[in-house]
Every structure is written in structure tokens, then in C-alpha cells.
């Protein structure tokens, strides 16, 4: 029941997802951050079962910490990431599959460029320049279709993802109170504003 | 709601005279959902080979990896270029190493053989080949595609007409798919080189 969805923008990109764990009929938290940070360059919004959440998501930014490790500081580019993100899906898809749908956003430092990946949990991926997963696309992929356009600007995109927001609050049976919302330009991946602190205990 | 209607694809190969030609639709799916207009499925596997993947798009990327691999290591070790047909054989042997779990996907392959004379196979998702000299469907809409190719065809077609003939045949037939469309890709291989077109169609 997770909403993630994803903008590019000229000069980066934003990743945005709700930020409700729950299971069945009993919330278990209201301020769970789902936006993953995988490197200094990238994030990716994760939906699905939370133990597949924390576990794929924790298992990729630990890999791609230990390539940086293992090859002097050199970094994978957003590319990269996400095919080596697909590869795991897929190695994993006919062992014991990850039940994960992925909006990932990185921003190449080398090409100065944003990207944005949509990938579903039997691992096929596109690049996109706007997506969203779950039954969030049903509500808010129409909006991004008829707003976004290229050469955006940072408060432009977040515009498009604030309607979306607000979209799902009014018309999506599922309440969704909070919302976490990530940006990952030329200096990271910085958290632009959530509905409730991922750090509150 | 078969595994291989998932995604949706649609794509044709067809053999003009001393030269072939692919095509392919660029849309990816969730079911009713449409996800990306540029998902291409018709890879360039080298100057004469083409093959045409159609079926789940997780396979489709896989199957590319892999056959890149493959085709890596064949040329490592018999130090020459693989051509259409061992390509095919090849592809078929993966296909059927799976037999018992197999990737969902319905491959075409298309190329110019070391006469430069087209080569057309087409495969089931457990590698049964199937070679013809006119033209090979696959995907979400082989009905329709049968029926235009049947229709439009004719034998050695030169370059521009193949290329006419391919992109009808596919146009009309993805215009009543709903799971195929959005674009369309054709590549037009001869033995001085190919050439890639996109295709203006209905974007629905």
C-alpha cells in the first residue's frame, strides 16, 4: 500500500514516498523512512513488505559502499547502480525474491546529469523522467503527464510531487498523513521535508 | 492472464532481397498500465545480427546480458564472429538449459549470413527453432501480425520497399493490441550497413 514516486528535474531528481508501516489492519508506525540512501548520489524510494524493505535496500547501499572500498574511492555511476540493483532482483527473482518496487534517482557527477530509474519486483527497469509504484501510479502518473516537462527547476518538480501528495490524501482510500520527500542534485542527497521525523523514537 | 501477456511487445522480422529487416513496438507495461514509451526490445547483437526479444522484460534485459556474454566468449575463444545461425543455436541452447524453469520469452533472430543472404529464425520460450525465409511474429499481437504479413508481403523486396512493407505490417497490427504500441522502432540490415528508423504511430 506504499507510495513512491520519483521527478526529474534539470540538475537532479526527487524521490518521495509515504511514511506509514503497517500490516493488515494495525499501523505500526507513522514515520518510517522509505526514500533508501544507497550513496552520496543516489537514493532509492522502496515499497513492499517491510522486511524486504530494510533488507534489500540495506543489502545494495552496503555493496556499493564496499565497491567504493575496494577500488579507491571510485564510484558507481546512477547507471551502473541501478543495472546493479536489477541484477540482484533478478539473480534473486528465481531463489527467493525480494518483494520490492523501486523508484531510484541519482545524479552523475562526471556527466553532470539526473537520472531516474522505475524498477518492479521481477526486476525489468526503465529509465524514466517521472514514475511512480503502487497504487500511487493510479492516482498520480496522469498528473506528472500533463505537468512535468523538460528544464524543470528544483521547486517546480517539488510542486508536481506536492500535487500528487495532496492528490492521494484526498482520493486514496488508505490514509497517508505523511509524506517524506528527498532531492539528490550536485551536492547529494538532501531530505527536503517529511511528515513526521524518521529519528523519533 | 498469461506470464508472457505481462509486459507486452510486439515484433516482426522479414527478408528482402540480400537484405533483412526487424521491427519492434517500445512499450512497457504493468498489465493496463503503460510505464515507458522507449523500452526497445530488438537488440544489435553485431553488424549482421539482430535478435528480437519479446515476452517479460525482467528476461528480456536478462536474455541481453546473457547473449552478450555468450557471444563474448565465443568470440574469445574461437577468435572469429559468430553468424545468424550459430547465434540462433546458441540462444535455443540457453533457452533449453532452463527447460524445466524457463525465461519467459519468444525470440526472434534476424541477420545477413557470410553470403550476405538473410537468415530468419524464431523461437518458443524453450528454444524450439523454426527457420523460414520470409518472415517470423512475436509477441502479444502475432495474430494480427500473421494476418499483415501474410497480406503485404512479397519476395526480394529491395531495402526501401522491405522497410514500407515492415512498418505497415507492424503499425496496423500494434493500432489493435492493447498491450503493444506506443512507438515503434525498424532497423533495415544490408551488407553496407544498417539503417535505424522510429516510426510516428498512435500513442495509445
Known amino acids: 500500500m506504499d507510495s513512491v514516486f520519483g521527478v526529474e528535474y534539470d540538475g537532479g531528481v526527487i524521490i518521495a514516498s509515504d511514511q506509514n508501516n503497517a500490516r493488515s489492519i494495525l499501523t505500526y508506525q507513522t514515520n518510517l523512512d522509505k526514500v533508501a540512501e544507497l550513496s552520496s548520489h543516489s537514493a532509492m524510494g522502496v515499497s513492499g513488505p517491510n522486511a524486504d524493505l530494510v533488507n534489500f535496500s540495506q543489502y545494495i547501499s552496503k555493496n556499493l559502499a564496499l565497491y567504493e572500498l575496494s577500488n579507491n574511492g571510485l564510484k558507481l555511476s546512477p547507471h551502473a547502480q541501478a543495472n546493479f540493483t536489477r541484477g540482484e532482483l533478478a539473480t534473486a527473482l528465481r531463489k527467493g525474491p525480494y518483494q520490492v518496487n523501486i523508484m531510484l534517482g541519482g545524479y552523475d557527477t562526471i556527466k553532470n546529469q539526473a537520472s531516474l530509474y522505475w524498477l518492479d519486483h521481477l526486476a525489468a527497469m526503465a529509465k524514466v523522467n517521472y514514475g511512480a509504484q503502487g497504487y500511487a501510479s493510479s492516482f498520480c502518473l496522469s498528473i506528472m503527464d500533463r505537468d512535468w516537462k523538460e528544464g524543470l527547476n528544483q521547486e517546480q518538480a517539488v510542486a508536481i510531487v506536492e500535487k500528487c501528495i495532496k492528490e492521494l490524501q484526498v482520493r486514496f482510500l488508505i490514509a497517508q498523513p505523511n509524506f517524506i520527500i528527498k532531492a539528490i542534485d550536485k551536492d547529494g542527497v538532501n531530505t527536503l521535508s517529511f511528515g513526521a521525523d524518521p529519528a523519533d523514537n | ?204
Not at chain 2, 552478450?68 to 540462444?91: A, G, H, I, M, W
Open chain 2, 1 to 204: 492472464m498469461s506470464i508472457l501477456e505481462y509486459n507486452g511487445a510486439a515484433i516482426i522480422a522479414m527478408a528482402g532481397k540480400d537484405c533483412v529487416g526487424i521491427a519492434c513496438d517500445t512499450r512497457l507495461g504493468a498489465q493496463a498500465q503503460t510505464v515507458a514509451c522507449d523500452f526497445r526490445k530488438v537488440f544489435k547483437m553485431s553488424d549482421k545480427i539482430f535478435v528480437g526479444l519479446a515476452g517479460l522484460a525482467t528476461d528480456v534485459l536478462t536474455m541481453q546480458n546473457l547473449l552478450k556474454f555468450r557471444q563474448n566468449l565465443y568470440e574469445l575463444r574461437e577468435d572469429r564472429e559468430l553468424t545468424p545461425k550459430v547465434f540462433s543455436n546458441v540462444l535455443s541452447n540457453l533457452l533449453y538449459e532452463k527447460r524445466f524453469g524457463p525465461y519467459f520469452i519468444e525470440p526472434v533472430v534476424a541477420g545477413l549470413d557470410e553470403n550476405n543472404q538473410p537468415f530468419l529464425s524464431g523461437m518458443d520460450l524453450i528454444g524450439a527453432p523454426v527457420y523460414t525465409d520470409d518472415f517470423v511474429v512475436t509477441g502479444t499481437a502475432t495474430a494480427n501480425m500473421y494476418g499483415m504479413c501474410e497480406t503485404l508481403y512479397k519476395k526480394d523486396m529491395e531495402p526501401d520497399q522491405l522497410f514500407e512493407t515492415l512498418s505497415q505490417a507492424l503499425l496496423a497490427s500494434l493500432d489493435r493490441d492493447a498491450l503493444s504500441g506506443w512507438g515503434a522502432t525498424v532497423h533495415i540490415i544490408t551488407k553496407d550497413g544498417v539503417t535505424s528508423r522510429e516510426l510516428k504511430g498512435r500513442m495509445d
